[in-house]
């Protein structure tokens, strides 16, 4: 550390390389060079080589969106995640400059709600709450001569929150193939949604209105996030909107689809829905507690559900690890994870992927994630503009930026066209190459996070916007 901060041409072009790298934690090193050359003469116009930095290595972003296992990327995760969605809700994302208009303004009109489908009951868990955590309703006991009630009112940070009052009781095997048809599920609901529309959009209007009607002239666009509870069970956040249709572009709905029809239809299809299960006879369906709601202030339902989007099972079972693990690492998992139920999800994911009616679940791949197969954030085509969109506009802001600075055009943009630029790269480590490197990085991610939020407070207050 002392070697990195005693000469200051040194520490100032390594410092460079971490805010280059977004102060990721865990940073890629890479070597090797680069070169602009004029495709018409062979002109090099511009070069770059590793061989000048520090290490002789270039430092780029992880871009893990999991905050576990790297704070910095899933932060610019999360704030993508928040225009992907708010540009859904009100139209361009402003905030973004330069921002692509590729969601019309109009979309702020169209019928929206906030939808959260949760899990089905596996047994009872304790609750945390004001109230008793489980009145005395039948039975005192189960058949395993365990109490089947809980008169204590629960705190939120409680270690009894999401345990079952009966290991026995509970069903970890149906708990673990839930999980594994949670994506078709999804699909299958937005299927039922269209199908939904047209039944209630008959009876509401008196016409008769086919499912072919509704497809050809309505779109369900959507964006979901997925959370974990503390039993470990996952439920879905949704912002679902009604579109016309109008090629690959984005149109007014028709008159007679409203909100309230949207959200009765939603309500429809998720208690229609169910997915067959191969062990069993099992079918897999919604849970009894459904919320569908219309959106009132789309900058607080983006911020909702951008900050799922960066989360992982073991933010909320603490000690899972954010990574898949094989069979002989759960010894090791099982003294970090001081939770029985959690380890009894991954004991039943490991048990059922050993059957040849689950081999096709693939649940040793995602033991990790108690068998849930979907990713955390994901989006209809039309709904709004993509990550990489955003990305794209990230980098041409940095480019003119660049160019402001230097003075000059930026070789390195592309936007001449005769100008091929030839890469050279190779892989050499992830992570840090010395703890003190990683030390001296963290520092620099604290004071820019701390910058940043003032940044943010400060925008906040002349705004005049709590968001």
């Known amino acids: 550390m002392l070697a990195r901060v005693g000469s200051e041409s040194g520490w100032r072009a390594w410092a460079r390389q971490v805010e280059h790298a977004g102060h990721c934690s865990r940073p890629v090193r890479v070597r090797g060079g680069a070169a602009a050359v004029d495709g018409r003469t062979g002109e090099v116009r511009a070069e770059y080589s590793t061989a000048g930095e520090p290490d002789g290595v270039l430092l780029l972003a992880c871009g893990d969106r999991r905050a576990a296992v790297c704070p910095a990327c899933a932060e610019r995760y999360r704030r993508d995640t928040w225009h992907v969605v708010a540009a859904g809700l009100r139209g361009r994302a402003p905030s973004v400059p330069g921002g692509p208009d590729a969601v019309p303004d109009s979309?702020?009109?169209?019928?929206?709600?906030?939808?959260?489908?949760?899990?089905?009951?596996?047994?009872?868990?304790?609750?945390?709450?004001?109230?008793?955590?489980?009145?005395?309703?039948?039975?005192?006991?189960?058949?395993h001569a365990m109490r089947a009630w809980c008169d204590e009112r629960h705190g939120d940070g409680e270690r009894l929150v999401g345990r079952p009052l009966c290991w026995d009781c509970y069903d970890y095997s149906g708990h673990v193939l839930w999980h594994s048809a949670v994506p078709e599920l999804w699909r299958r609901t937005v299927i039922y949604t269209y199908r939904a529309l047209a039944r209630l959009g008959s009876a509401r209007s008196g016409i008769p209105i086919t499912v072919r009607t509704v497809r050809e002239q309505l779109r369900v666009s959507f964006v979901k996030v997925a959370e974990?509870?503390?039993?470990?069970?996952?439920?879905?956040?949704?912002?679902?909107?009604?579109?016309?249709?109008?090629?690959?572009?984005?149109?007014?709905?028709?008159?007679?689809?409203?909100?309230a029809l949207l959200e009765d239809a939603i309500r429809d299809a998720a208690g229609r829905v169910a997915v067959s299960l191969p062990v069993g006879g099992r079918v897999?369906?919604?849970?009894?507690?459904?919320?569908?709601?219309?959106?009132?202030?789309?900058?607080?339902?983006?911020?909702?559900?951008?900050?799922?989007?960066?989360?992982?099972?073991?933010?909320?079972?603490?000690?899972?690890?954010?990574?898949?693990?094989g069979r002989r690492e759960v010894g090791r998992i099982s003294r970090r994870v001081d939770n029985p139920h959690t380890m009894l999800l991954v004991l039943a994911c490991l048990r059922?992927?050993?059957?040849?009616?689950?081999?096709?679940?693939?649940?040793?791949?995602?033991?990790?994630?108690?068998?849930?197969?979907?990713h955390f954030a994901t989006k209809s085509r039309s709904y709004s503009v993509t990550l990489g969109t955003l990305r794209g506009v990230r980098r041409a802001w940095r480019a003119r930026e660049r160019a402001e600075r230097v003075g000059a055009a930026d070789p390195w943009a592309g936007q001449d066209e005769g100008t091929v630029v030839v890469r050279d790269w190779r892989f050499v480590a992830s992570g840090w190459a010395r703890l003190g490197d990683a030390d001296l990085a963290a520092t620099l991610a604290r004071d820019h996070a701390a910058m940043r939020d003032a940044e943010d407070l400060v925008t906040v207050a002349r705004a005049g916007d709590l968001w």
């Open 107 to 143: 979309v702020a009109g169209h019928p929206v709600v906030l939808a959260t489908l949760t899990a089905p009951s596996f047994g009872a868990v304790h609750r945390a709450g004001a109230r008793p955590c489980r009145k005395r309703v039948g039975p005192l006991v189960c058949e």
């Open 228 to 259: 974990f509870q503390r039993r470990g069970a996952v439920h879905l956040h949704a912002v679902v909107r009604l579109d016309g249709v109008a090629g690959e572009g984005v149109a007014a709905p028709p008159a007679w689809a409203d909100s």
């Open 284 to 325: 897999a369906r919604w849970g009894e507690q459904l919320d569908v709601a219309p959106i009132a202030d789309p900058a607080r339902a983006a911020s909702y559900l951008a900050k799922y989007a960066t989360k992982t099972a073991g933010d909320v079972l603490s000690g899972l690890p954010p990574r898949r693990f």
């Open 352 to 374: 059922l992927s050993r059957t040849p009616e689950c081999a096709g679940l693939r649940l040793a791949e995602h033991v990790h994630m108690l068998g849930f197969r979907g």
